[in-house]
């Protein structure tokens, strides 16, 4: 099963070709489907992860890394099952001791954590995150045991750090990652102090986004960033105020984007009106900016 995919799929070698299953919700339900179907139908399971096979295909990418980048000084490697960072880890450590290995998670699913804590993860674990591919409750035994003596430092990334990387690469590198293949940048914009003045290695495992989830989040980003925002002005309800409110931002060079005229609010007098104007601009600054123009016109806006 690729990792990055919340859905388990089944590959049964047939006369005609093959069979592929997509059922579960997550990587434990999509699991327990597979072993299902292997007791049916008596197939061979291949694990995603709990498999030295697998964790030796994975530590290739830490080789062809230190191939290209000999001096990469820090590998921040997502983890789920564990297998990515076993196999990462052994080959990085073996070309590279010096090299510094640290793990991420999502703060949701800390299954690597708490097997370090002693903890058993699976009944803390769970929720909506957007990093689905390592959204997993249990660590794998024989990948962590591999993994663990070679790790130097396992960090939970919170969701905000996940949907920032995933819209720099989208912006900046012109690359679509998914929320888990985004991992090992979102756990630099989490924690830049563990990481600033090192040269790092970042691992994109995986571009399995939905398109309507990608624009999502990069609408968000706009939003975090203060480049699209709403401003909520309240003013006397007489023709030609949206009309010259409109102007002044028109006039900044900003884009309107939605008008909501609410005369309901009971905050406002009965005389008023309460305008939520959504507008588009350059950045933060430009924003400001916008709102500065707006109050020395007696127009005081708030974002909301």
Known sequence: MPRGTPFVKVQQTRAHGAEVVIEGEGYDEASAVAMRLREERDLVFVHPFNDLDVMAGQGTVALEMLEDVPGLEVLPIPIGGAGLIAGMATAAKHVKPSIRIVGLEPAMYPSFTARMRGVNAGAASGGA??????????????????????????????????????????????????????????????????????????????????????????????????????????????????????????????????????????????????????????????????????????????AV
């Open 129 to 302: 995150t957007i990093a689905e591919g390592i959204a997993v409750k249990q660590v794998g035994d024989l990948s962590y045991s591999v993994a663990r003596p070679l790790v130097d430092e396992v960090v939970l990334v919170e969701e905000p750090f996940f949907e920032r990387a995933i819209a720099l690469y989208c912006n900046v590198e012109k690359t679509v990652t998914e929320g888990a293949g985004a991992g090992s940048l979102a756990a630099l914009l989490a924690f830049p102090e563990k990481f600033r003045g090192k040269t790092c290695g970042l691992v994109i495992t995986g571009g399995n986004i939905d398109t309507r989830l990608l624009a999502s989040v990069l609408t968000r980003e706009l939003v975090r960033e203060q480049r699209i925002v709403s401003l909520r002005i309240i003013g006397d309800d007489r023709p030609g105020l949206l009309g010259t409110v409109s102007a002044i931002i028109g006039r900044m060079g900003a884009n309107i984007i939605e008008v909501a005229h609410n005369r309901l609010a009971l905050d406002v007098p009965a005389k008023g009106a309460e305008f939520d104007i959504l507008i588009e601009t350059r950045d933060a600054q430009h924003t400001q900016e916008i709102m500065d123009a707006l109050r020395e016109a007696g127009y005081p806006p708030r």
